[in-house]
């Protein structure tokens, strides 16, 4: 594939995409937030998302999947206590689940654990 094929490409993904952006902002102001079908995409897009979560926790593929499954609970665990304990704080949160997970990554890579 030539460079101006690959640059094609491109718009034409651009283009896809946009499309939808643009229709979503343009009808935004017409949803109703408070709506019981708004309400039902919000609880299957959560659905969804922790069900993906879950999915890379348990079941990973890659580079994460050469990690033990200990470490990964033990990390997601850690996050959820400092979620809660600060107020249900995403960042901080995420943060010490990274933060957890890479110290026991590079304990068991160095041998200590």
Known sequence: ?????????????????????????????????ASSVFQWLTCVAYGMLAA???????????????TPTTDRLIAIAAGFVVFFVF??????????????????SSLRGTGML
């Open 52 to 66: 993906l979560i879950t999915r890379m926790l348990l079941i990973p593929t890659g580079a994460l999947a050469e």
């Open 1 to 33: 594939m030539g460079g101006s094929e690959l640059w094609g490409l491109l718009g034409l993904c651009l283009l896809g995409t946009l499309i939808w952006r643009f229709a979503g902002a343009a009808i935004a102001h017409y949803i109703d937030p």
């Open 87 to 104: 107020q249900r704080n995403f960042f901080f949160g995420t943060l010490s689940a990274f933060g957890v997970f890479l110290i026991l």
